[in-house]
C-alpha cells in the first residue's frame, strides 16, 4: 500500500508540465523504479505523483540526417539495449543500460528516470557523459537544452525546475563518429546490484596518438563525473600501453570517491585505477592500436 | 518400484502454476493487520512509552507494549520439549520488551484495519530510551564491566569442553607437527523467498487457530501455550504451503504473538507478515563464531589430534543458542574419527539480531575452520590435499569416539575419489605451476564433511504416518513431518509406494499439517525427515499392507500369505501376473460391504535409536583476477554418500540450492552490524549481496551410494550437507592460486582487497 496524497494521469507532456505547476509538491513518476521504492519506505517529499509513465512523445529514438541521435527520456533500458540506433552507433549507452538491475527493471525503468534521480550510481550517466549528451528540458518558461554534466549538481540534486520534465537527451555525430568507447560497471553482484564502480571511457586516435580522451565515472563524487584533468594530461599521448600507466597516475586527481560501509575509500580508488587501465584496454584493443 | 527413481514432485504443479496457497494467500473477512514497532537503538531501556495518540487514530483496534504481556519468559528453539529441565532451551524472551537488545527489537504492536493505519498508528508511539553500550565484538561482550544483556547471565549461555579418543597432551608431544590458526565466520541470514507471515483467529471462544509459515506446527503450539500460559489442546496451528525456511522458521516467532492478539481481541482474525527489512532482522541469522584451532600431525600425514576452541554469538536472544555449536563440534567428529580430539565452546550474548537454527546448525562455521586448517597442515607437510584428505578420512568400522559406537556406511574415501576424478584433479595439479605470476592465478580446493541424520540421541526423534487406503484404490498418507520446498512430500510418496506395492502416482500426501489432524512429529530441521519419518512411513505402509492383504484373505477365502500388491492389483505372490482383484475392487468391499469389513487405515508413532553418519566433500577448480578481487568459478562439484538416493533429481535440486548457499556465504554474504553502535547497515536485498542466477557458476554433483542399515530403504541426510563445504573448498583453492590463506568470510571483493594490499600482491 502506498501512501499517496494526489497522483494524476498526464495524458501529455504539456498536460504534466501543467499538472507540475499546480502542485509544487508533485513530482513525475515515469517507470516508477526509483519513485515506487520511496513510496514503499513512505518518503515525505513522494506523496504527490504526476504519472508521465508510457507517453508515447516520450518514447521515441531517432537519428537526423546529420547524425544527431535523440533519445525520448521513457525510453527503456530493455529499449536502449536493444535498438539499432544505439547498438549501431553508440554501443556504450547499450552497455550501461542492459548492466542495470534485472529483465524486470530494465522493461520499466527509464533512462530520463536514471538522469532525473540524480544516483551517482546511474548506469546510463557514465556513457552519456562521454557522449558528451545534453538534455532538454520542457517546462512553463519554454525548453532549454544543457550539457549533462551541468545537469548534475549534487547526489539526488538536478537542474530541474518543478514544472520541467527531460524530454529527451542528445546526442551529436562528432561526440560519437570516429570514437571508440567501453562501459565496465564494477559491483558486487552480475546483477541486481548498484555500481561499487562504473567508469565509461571513449577515445578519439589519429596515427597513433590520443587525439581526445573521455573518461567517466560512476560512485567516485557525489555525482557521476567526467575526469577533466585527465583528458587534457592524455591529449596526444601515445595510444599504447604506456596510456595506460598514465590514466592511472592521474585519474584519481579528478575524483572524490567516498568512505563508507558499502566500500572503502582506498578500495573505491584501488577499483578506479583498475578500471581505468581495463578500460582503456579494452578500447585499443577496439582500435586495433594494441594487440591484446 | 519408486524408490531410486525421479518421479515427479508432488507440489511441482502447484507450485510453478501459482496454485499452491501459502499463508499469505488465505483471507478472512474482517481480518486485521498487526505490526511491530521496533527499537532504533541496539541497547537500551525504555523509560517512557505513549501510546495515547495512536489509540485514538481511526481505524486502531489495540495497541500492546511490554505493559500488556504475560511476563513470564520462554523459549523459542523449535526443538522438541526435553524431559531433563538441563537441556531444556534457554527461556529469555518476551512477547514484548522494555528493554532493546538489537537494532530492530519489538517494543510495541499495533492492531489496526490496513498496513497503511498501522504504519501511521506506529509513528504516532511516542517512546524515550535510556541508552546502553551495544555489545558487539566478543571482547566488549566478556568484558568485566560489560553490562548484562540478560540478567544473571554474565553474557555467557553456556559453555562446555571434552576430550575425547586418548591420551591428549601424548598425542600433542607426538606429533611432529603442530598446525594452528584463527577462523572469523560472518552473520548471513537464510533469505528464504517467504517472508514470516502467521495469522490467528479463534473459532469459538475457547480455542485459538494458527495458520503460520513454519516448519514445526506441533513444536510452534507447544510454544505458544508456553508463552501465553494457554492450554496446548486449545491451540491448533496449521501449517500451508511453505517458500522455503533453512531453519529460520524452526524457531517460534510471530506464532505467540497473533494468539495473543486474537485472544486479547475476542478472536478475529489478526495478521502479523514481516517485510523482507523486518525479517532480516526480526527473525534470525546465523551464528557467526570465533574458532581457533590446533591440529597436531604426524611426519607421515597422520591427523594424531584436533583441538578447537569456539566462540559463538548468537546476538541479543538465546533462541537455539548453544546447541549450535555443540551439535556442530559433535558432527565434525565423524570425518577423522580416528584422531583424538579436544573441543571448547562458548555461546555468548550480544546486540544484534538473534542468531538460529540455519541450514546446516553451525557445521558450516565448524567445518570452514577444520577444513581449512587440514589445508594449511597438508601443504605444510608437502602433501597433496587429496592424498592427505584420503589418508585420514573415516573408513567403516571406525568409532565414533562421542558416542563410542562404529560407524557403518561411510562413503567418504569415494567421495573424495569422484570428486578427483570428476574435476581431473591429478591432470590439474600437474599442469598448475608454483607460485603463479601474473594478474590472473588458478587454483583447486577440496574440503570434506560429516553430517548426522537427524538429532539422535542428542533430542528425541518422533515420527507419525497415517495411512487411509480410499475408495479408488488410491491412499492418503498424513504425516506430521513438513514439505517446506526441500521434498520430503514426495520421497513419503515414494517410500509408501515402494513398499505398499501401489503406484507412486496413487499416493496422496496430505501436504499442509494441522495439528487438530496430523499425527505427531517434530518437523523440519536437522536434515531429519527422509531418514526419520521415512522409518514411520515404511512401517505404516506395511501394517497397511498387511491389513489390505488379510482383508483380501476374507474376500478371497484365499491365505493372505500367499497374495501381494504390484500395481494396484492383489496377486498371487508367485505367480505375480494373475490378479486376484483391483486394490479399488477390494476397498470397496472394505468400506460398502453391509457384513464386514470397514475403512482400511494404519497409523505408526515411533522414535528412531539410531542415528546415521552421512559424508561428502566439494571440490572447485576457479581462477582469480587480483586487480579486479575478484573469484571466478570455473568447475565446481558436491559428492555426497547419502546412502541411498531416493529421488535422484530433487537430490540433485537439492545439492545445487545448497552449493549455491554455500557460494553465497562464502563470496558475498554478510549481514553488517557497526561494531561501535550496532547499527544494521544492510537489511535489505539490495545490500545484502545474495548472489544471483547470474553469479552462481554451473553445478555438478555425484553421488556414493552406500547402504545404510538402520534405514528402510538404506538412505541419510542430504537436506542441509550441500551447504558445508563449499567456503571452505573456495578458499582452499584461493590459497592454491595465491598463496593466501583467508581466515574470514565472505571473501568478497573487499576481503580479498586488504588482504591481497597486505601480501603486497596489489
Ligand atoms: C531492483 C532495482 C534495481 C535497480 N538497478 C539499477 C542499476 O543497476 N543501475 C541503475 O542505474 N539504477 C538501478 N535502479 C534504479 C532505477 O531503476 C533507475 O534509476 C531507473 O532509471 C529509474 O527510472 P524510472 O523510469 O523507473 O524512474 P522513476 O522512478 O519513475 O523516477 C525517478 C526520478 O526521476 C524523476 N523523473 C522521471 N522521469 C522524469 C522526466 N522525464 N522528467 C523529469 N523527472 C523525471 C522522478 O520524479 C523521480 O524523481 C534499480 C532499481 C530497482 C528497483
Known sequence: MFDFESYHKAESVDEAIALLAQNPKSIPLAGGTDVLVRLHQHHQDYRHVVDIHGLKELKEISKNPNGVIRIGSGVTFTTLTEHPLITGNIPVLAQGASSVGGPQVRNVGTVGGNICNGAPSADSAAPLLILNATVVLKGTQGQREIPLHEFYQGPGKVDRMESEILTSIVIAPENYQCWFAKYHKYAMRDAMDIATIGCAGACNIEGGLVNQLRLAYTVAGP?????????????????????????????????????????????????????????????LNQCGEVKP | MAVGKSVQRKDGVAKVTGKARYTDDFSMPGMRVAKYLRSPIAHGRVVRIDTTRAEKLPGVDGVFT??????????????????????????????????????????????????????????????EYENLKPLIRMQDVLAHDAPELHKRSRNLIKEHAYTVGGDYKKAIEESDHLIEGVFETQIVQHCHLENHSSYAYMDDMDRIVIVSSTQIPHIARRIVSEAL?????????????????????????????????????????????????????????????????????????????????????????????????????????????????????????????????MRGYGSPQIIFAVESLMEDAARKLGIDSVDFRLKNAVKPGDINQIGKRPIVTAGLIECIEKGRDLIDWDKKRATLQTPQTGPVRKGLGIACFSYLSGTYPSCVEPASARLILNQDG??????????????????????????????????????????????????????????????????????????????????????????????????????????????????????????????ITSEVSCKALTNAPSYGCTVVDLEIDIPMCKVKINEIYNIHD?????????????????????????????????????????????????????????????????????????????????????????RNAILDATGIAINELPMNPKTLFTHFKNAGLL
Open chain 1, 223 to 283: 555525482t557521476p563525473l567526467r575526469c577533466w584533468k585527465t583528458e587534457q594530461i592524455a591529449k596526444g599521448a601515445k595510444a599504447d600501453e604506456s596510456l595506460l600507466e598514465l590514466v592511472k597516475s592521474s585519474v584519481l586527481k579528478d575524483l572524490r570517491p567516498r568512505d563508507s560501509w558499502r566500500a572503502s575509500k582506498d578500495f573505491r580508488q584501488h577499483v578506479i585505477q583498475t578500471l581505468a587501465q581495463r578500460v582503456l584496454q579494452a578500447i
Open chain 2, 66 to 127: 511490554f505493559h500488556d504481556v504475560p511476563k513470564n519468559t520462554f523459549a523459542t528453539a523449535g526443538h522438541p520439549f526435553s524431559l531433563d529441565p538441563e537441556h531444556g532451551d534457554v527461556a529469555d524472551r518476551l512477547l514484548l520488551t522494555d528493554c532493546a537488545r538489537f537494532q530492530g527489537d519489538e517494543v510495541a504492536v499495533v492492531v489496526t484495519r490496513d498496513d497503511m493505519t498501522a504504519h501511521k498508528a506506529l509513528s504516532l508511539i511516542e517512546v
Open chain 2, 229 to 357: 500460559n494457554f492450554p496446548l489442546s486449545r491451540i491448533r496451528v496449521i501449517k500451508p504451503h511453505i517458500g522455503g525456511g533453512f531453519g529460520n522458521k524452526q524457531d517460534v516467532i510471530l506464532e505467540p504473538m497473533v494468539a495473543f492478539l486474537t485472544l486479547k481481541l475476542g478472536g478475529i482474525p489478526i495478521r502479523l507478515k514481516l517485510n523482507r527489512e523486518e525479517c532480516m532482522v526480526g527473525t534470525r541469522v546465523r551464528h557467526p563464531l570465533h574458532i581457533q584451532v590446533k591440529a597436531g600431525i604426524s611426519q607421515e600425514g597422520n591427523l594424531n589430534v584436533i583441538d578447537y576452541d569456539a566462540v559463538s554469538n548468537t546476538g541479543a536472544y538465546a533462541s537455539h543458542g548453544h546447541s549450535i555449536v555443540s551439535a556442530a563440534a559433535a558432527k565434525t567428529h565423524y570425518m577423522y574419527p580416528r584422531a583424538i580430539y579436544r573441543c571448547r565452546a562458548r555461546t555468548i550474548y550480544g546486540n544484534f539480531p538473534s542468531a538460529g537454527a
Open chain 2, 474 to 599: 488410491s491412499v492418503n498418507l498424513l504425516v506430521g513431518a513438513t514439505e517446506i520446498g526441500q521434498g520430503s512430500d514426495t520421497v513419503f510418496a515414494q517410500m509408501t509406494a515402494e513398499t505398499l506395492g501401489t503406484s507412486y502416482e496413487k499416493v496422496h500426501v496430505v501436504s499442509n499439517q494441522d495439528t487438530d489432524v496430523t499425527p505427531f512429529d517434530s518437523g523440519a530441521y536437522a536434515s531429519r525427515q527422509t531418514y526419520v519419518t521415512g522409518q514411520a512411513v515404511m512401517r505404516a505402509a506395511s501394517e497397511l499392507k498387511d491389513k489390505i492383504l488379510a482383508y483380501a484373505g476374507v474376500i478371497t477365502g484365499m491365505n493372505p500369505g500367499e497374495l501381494d500388491i504390484d500395481e494396484g492389483n492383489i496377486v498371487i505372490a508367485k505367480s505375480r501376473q494373475t490378479a486376484v482383484m483391483s486394490l479399488k475392487d477390494l476397498s470397496m468391499d472394505a468400506y460398502y460391504n453391509k457384513n464386514r469389513g470397514g475403512q
Open chain 2, 642 to 730: 547419502a546412502g541411498v538416493i531416493i529421488n535422484p533429481l530433487t537430490s540433485e535440486g537439492q545439492i545445487h540450492g545448497g552449493m549455491a548457499m554455500g557460494i553465497g556465504a562464502a563470496l558475498f554474504e554478510v549481514l553488517m552490524v557497526d561494531p561501535d553502535s550496532g547499527r544494521i547497515y544492510n537489511n535489505n536485498m539490495l545490500d545484502y549481496k545474495v548472489p544471483t542466477i547470474m553469479d552462481i557458476p554451473g553445478l555438478g554433483s555425484g553421488f556414493v551410494q552406500t547402504h545404510e542399515p538402520t534405514h528402510p530403504y538404506g538412505s541419510k541426510s542430504l537436506g542441509e550437507p550441500p551447504v558445508l563445504t563449499p567456503a571452505p573448498a573456495i
